[in-house]
């Protein structure tokens, strides 16, 4: 089953065309991820998935809705998309728990109750429901970065967009969000990661899109893409990385 | 000897004073607070963004029209004239016969409001764009993200420039004299004119308004102590969750 169905996305910043014409679909329980190089579009691709990019054209199709009519409604879509930055984006007012809890209780009209205890069992899969009353300020990266995944989890989204989530860390930290990221790709969530780790995409992906100057040069399965590759700029791209 | 005459005066004034300083305290923390109030309004209408060019877009920009010339109207003119204009002007022009206090809190208030205007703009452009996205990410919308992740951000960060603002109306409510609000400095010139002894009454003005000053500041730090919570976080044990 198709989750999110993406056809002639383009995506413009000023004369600056970032995306052109890219075609895509996740289904259900798949995960993929997204690689290229700086500036090829894959952040952008993400971004505009969950409308934090408006698109300059094309379509997003979400149960058998175009969200980009002007009649749909932004915020009751993004709920059914958990979103995870490069910079954690906590909210610095909030504690862990309420990190976790505001949005249900907001969005989706959770009883407090019901939302600490979803939020309490998304915290104890990534480890963080030790450190349910403290500040982000007082967390390292990962931890910060562990907090974000459970807060998009206690959304329960049906798909979970991951931007760069391991970029901004120690080596040392990357493992633990890692094993984090790992542990929801066996449980059987849809996940779309970007990402410059190639190791874990050859164990985890499902399938791996390679994306370059704004088009989506070669997709399928990590054993194709990322050991064989067919296109001259894949190889180049890997040569470089896997070194 | 002037100690005694310090004795002497407060002995025979202290009603006087404490009623001075009292309406001193009670127009200036009034005062700041409506002007915050009027700040945080000014502040977040000046921060919305509309996209589409309609009706709501050229609303919202002839309202920041208006709002704009309020803040640099009362910003670029002294308290004292705002403070004549407005008392004498009102009763001119509509007849309006305010009562001095409430005219002491309008005119501080008005002030207050301007200064804080900008203070509040800045604030909330100062968060990181970050966090507007990861609300926006789980679906609030504008006003949700404002209410339960920007402004209580903003409040803790412009909360030492309040209290600055604060601060300065306990001393500038002084000028208010010259519409006849009997607040401290107003008193003060009364006992000066009774007793003649001008250096004595106004140094115990002085320390009743180092006295109400000092006492906000220190207020005000505890306050933001409190608001930022303990340094150190309690692991929970597992038994307890």
């Not at chain 1, 969530?189 to 399938?207: G, P, Q, S, Y």
């Not at chain 2, 209408?45 to 920009?61: A, D, E, N, V």
């Not at chain 2, 109207?73 to 309006?96: C, E, K, N, S, W």
Request: glycine share 8%.
């Amino acid at each position: 089953m198709t989750v999110i169905k993406i056809e002639h996305l383009s995506k413009s910043f000023g004369r600056n065309q970032v995306l052109k014409d890219v075609n895509f679909q996740v289904e259900k329980g798949e995960v993929v991820c997204l690689i290229g190089s700086s500036g090829s579009g894959k952040s952008t691709l993400l971004r505009c998935i969950n409308l934090l990019e408006i698109p300059s054209g094309g379509q997003i199709i979400y149960q058998g809705e175009n969200i980009l009519d002007e009649k749909h409604n932004i915020q009751e879509y993004r709920t059914h998309l958990g979103m995870v930055f490069q910079q954690f984006n906590l909210f610095n007012n909030h504690n862990v728990l309420t990190n976790c809890t505001v949005g249900q209780i907001k969005v989706l009209k959770r009883s407090k109750a019901e939302a600490e205890k979803i939020a309490l069992n998304y915290l104890q899969i990534v480890g963080m429901d030790q450190y349910v009353h403290a500040k982000p300020r007082q967390l390292s990266g990962g931890q910060k970065q562990r907090v974000a995944i459970a807060r998009a989890l206690s959304m329960n989204p049906d798909v979970m967009l991951f931007d760069e989530p391991t970029s901004a860390l120690d080596p040392e930290m990357v493992g633990e969000v890692l094993k984090v990221m790992r542990r929801l790709a066996d449980e059987g969530n849809t996940m779309l990661i970007v990402t410059h780790e190639m190791e874990f995409a050859k164990e985890v992906a499902d399938r791996v899109v390679f994306m370059d100057k704004g088009v989506i040069v070669e997709e399928g399965p990590p054993a194709q893409v990322l050991v064989n590759p067919k296109h001259e700029r894949t190889k180049e791209f890997l040569k470089r990385t896997l070194k | 000897m002037s100690l005694e005459w310090i004795i002497s005066i407060v002995q025979n004034n202290w009603q006087m004073f404490l009623r001075g300083a009292y309406y001193t305290l009670l127009i200036s923390v009034i005062g700041t607070i409506i002007g915050a109030l009027i700040g945080f309004f000014i502040g977040i209408m000046h921060t919305i963004k509309i996209r589409k060019k309609g009706i709501k877009f050229y609303s919202l920009k002839l309202v920041n029209f208006i709002l704009t010339c309020y803040v640099e109207f009362f910003r670029g003119t002294p308290m004292i004239v705002q403070a004549m204009v407005m008392y004498y002007g009102l009763d001119i022009a509509f007849g309006i016969d305010m009562h001095f206090i409430t005219a002491g809190i309008l005119v501080v208030s008005l002030n207050t409001g301007a200064y804080m205007a900008e203070i509040v703009r800045g604030g909330i452009v100062s968060i990181d764009r970050g966090q507007y996205e990861a609300a926006s990410a789980i679906g609030m919308n504008h006003l949700q993200i404002m209410l339960n992740v920007v402004l209580p951000q903003v409040a803790r960060n412009v909360l030492p420039a309040t209290g600055n603002q604060l601060i300065m109306n306990i001393k500038d409510t002084a000028v208010l004299n010259v519409i006849s609000v009997t607040e401290l400095f107003f008193q003060t010139k009364s006992i000066a004119g009774n007793n003649f002894r001008y250096f004595e009454s106004f140094f115990v003005a002085c320390v009743l308004y180092f006295i109400m000053t000092f006492t906000a500041s220190r207020i005000l730090l505890y306050v933001e102590k409190r608001l930022d919570g303990p340094d150190a976080y309690q692991k929970q044990s597992k038994e307890t969750l």
